[in-house]
Every structure is written in C-alpha cells, then in structure tokens.
C-alpha cells in the first residue's frame, strides 16, 4: 500500500499527514500492475468520529516528496517532485504564494475540525443532559454556548462560527492564490471566538479526556 509524505528536505507541502483519497491507499493484492493516482491533497478536516477526514482537504505545494510501497515487512521509498502548474507561474504566482496558502489552509482546516469536535460534544452533552430537572441550570448553559456555534437549520437564519469557519475555509481553498492580509486576520478573530467557546465549554462539562 503506498503513501505520500513530504520529504524531509521538501520545499513544499509540510503540515505532516499523508494523503491518497484520504487516506493511505491500499493497492488490491492481485499479481500484475496496479495503478495509483494522488491528487496532492492532504485530508480533510474531521466531520465525525465516522468520517475523521473529509475529502477535498489542502492541496499540497510544489516540492519535494516521497512515495512509499508497504507489502508487510517489505517497504521502498522513492522520491517524487511536484513542479509549479505553468498557468500559475504565468499568474506570477510563486511557489512561496502556493506554500504560504498551503501552510493557511491546513491552519484553517485544523480550526474547522476544532470547531466540529466541540459541536458533537455540545450536541452530546444536550442530548445526555435532556429531559434531567436536576441538570436544567447546566443545560441552558450549554444551550447558551451551543447557539453561539451553531448555525439554526432555520432559512436566513444569523450565520454562527461553525458556518464561519468552513466559508473561511472553502473561500481559500477553493484556487490557487497566496492569501490576503483580510484571510489571515479573519483566521486569528475566529482563532480566539473558539478558543472563548471551547474554554466555555470546558468550564461546563470539564476537560475532553
């Protein structure tokens, strides 16, 4: 089964992770030639303890890589180098440009799984604490926190930070393009409402084991 990694002495990619349709790709065992494409995309941000890696996660910068082929005790490495796409280069995007939204958008993806994670926790405590009388008062807490992360299924309903941080996250995800000043300040504001929510949450229910 092979997999991809940066190299340790890549130019690009970086962040860790390996990516192949999500995860490491597992080759079928018959005899003969077998064929495997990357996408160079790392994973996706982690949606449910189901589904841990979303598809469509950051697509990994030009640079120097590594391809390695697991058949049990068996293991061969061999180096791969992803070059600049000519269109971009004519844009005058550099491989800096590319590397800089790489290393925003797993940024980003990280905040959206944060996000995610502290939604099914909220969303497990309410679902515990329910139909409690004596856990009432702990409830409306949690409900209080939850309304400020979740976006109400109502249509136009106020969009909350859940839905902020995944616009964020396709906005800049979506082409190739070096972020702008307004992304990165818009990640640090979102940075610090999580780390409001999450720390409320952890005063209510106690920290995550």
Do not use: C
């Not at 979102?190 to 720390?199: S, V």
Request: glycine residues 10%; aromatic residues 6%; neutral net charge.
């Amino acid at each position: 089964m092979p997999d991809f990694a940066p190299s340790d002495d890549e130019e690009g990619g970086g962040g860790g992770g390996h990516r192949g349709g999500g995860a490491v790709v597992r080759l079928d065992s018959s005899v003969g030639m077998h064929r495997v494409t990357w996408d160079l995309r790392y994973p996706g941000p982690w949606q449910s303890a189901t589904r841990p890696e979303e598809p469509n996660g950051p697509v990994g910068a030009p640079g120097k890589y590594a391809v390695r082929l697991t058949n049990g005790t068996y293991v061969n490495t061999r180096p791969l180098t992803v070059i600049e796409d000519p269109r971009n280069t004519a844009a005058g995007l550099t491989t800096a440009d590319l590397q800089a939204q790489f290393e925003h958008n797993m940024r980003v993806r990280d905040l959206v799984s944060e996000v995610n994670q502290l939604v099914a926790r909220a969303r497990a405590a309410q679902q515990s604490l329910k139909g409690k009388p004596d856990s009432a008062s702990q409830l409306d807490a949690i409900d209080s926190v939850a309304a400020h992360l979740i976006t109400p299924t109502v249509r136009y309903s106020k969009p909350e930070l859940q839905t902020h941080l995944t616009y964020l996250y396709q906005m800049t995800n979506s082409a190739d393009e070096k972020p702008g000043k307004d992304a990165t300040e818009r990640y640090l504001e979102l940075r610090k409402e999580l780390d409001q929510r999450k720390a409320e949450i952890n005063r209510l229910l106690g920290q995550p084991k």
